[in-house]
């Protein structure tokens, strides 16, 4: 008998038709250990991560949306192409692993992103990239890094659990590193988060501190979530609003998002992202991202090992 298995990676909701819901558990603990206790241990824990469509962009909001269940490695390559001229191309990489009580991951995607404050953009640039060249001197040599942990702290009974997770972060652009906490909260249908960050982004803007807080609801088959991003430095740049909706169709996850924010040169904007994904079996997920970088196309793989 086919059952329906919802696969919640650290980035959006991925689900897997398949013939046996035990086959699939160690899948499901790659991704969110939420939907395993969920699944796999009948426990009705919320996810953590509905609103994003990649591992990257999960735990850039926050170190603690790791996993934290024993899990197989996750791999993830996403390919970003600007709009109208796909010769413009940048990479993306990242890397997850759960082990029992805390997890691990390393991104070289950087706050560019829908779910990223990408003050550099915001304050000299416009709204849509017409190409990857940063505008003034890179100092440092390396990709950008973001090194991440979680910690799985406590069960609150049979109904939620409290994460915490710390982040370091390498800029290329400044040649300087960074990090700070954060932490999950899910309780039944529910999840709270936050992540705190204080990092220098430019050479142009002195060191400053980055927020992110979320609020998620599961209501049947859909996934909806509410982000607020906001930095302390810069007063003419405002609070990013971000809101989720994601659901499921057969062994496809559609998310469609909406943010409003402000830049420098554009004023505010509205910005919307849409993605399509596919588990084509529990080792290999693809997908197709619209303004995962506003102004661009990406695709993405997840490899599962």
Known sequence: MMRVVFLITLSSI????????????????????????????????????????????????????????????????????????????????????????????????????????????????????????????????????NLGTSLSLFDIGKIGKFSVGGSLRYNKLTNTWGGGPGAILSLGRFSFGFGYSRERVSNTISRTTLYSALVGVRIGPFELQYDALNEKEISNLHTIHIGTLTTTISSIILTGAVRRLNYVNDGYVTQYHAAIQWLMNRHLSVGYLYNYIPGAHSVGIQVFL
């Not at 691990?104 to 709204?127: A, E, M, V």
Request: aromatic fraction near 12%.
């Open 14 to 145: 991925v689900f897997w038709a398949h013939d046996a819901l035990a086959s699939a558990c160690d899948t499901i603990r790659a991704q969110n250990s939420a939907a395993y206790a969920r699944f796999c241990q009948g426990r009705p824990m919320a996810n953590t991560s509905a609103a994003n469509s990649t591992f990257a962009s999960s735990f850039n909001l926050s170190p603690a949306m790791l996993p934290t269940e024993p899990s197989s490695y996750g791999l993830e390559t996403i390919v970003n192409g600007v709009r109208g001229n796909l010769r413009e191309r940048s990479y993306h990489f990242s890397l997850v692993k759960g082990f029992k009580k805390f997890g691990t991951g390393i991104s070289t995607g950087g706050n560019d992103t829908f779910y990223g404050n990408d003050l550099y953009r915001r304050g000299n640039l416009g709204s849509q990239v017409h190409d990857f060249d940063i505008k003034e001197e890179t100092k440092g040599h390396l990709a950008n890094l």
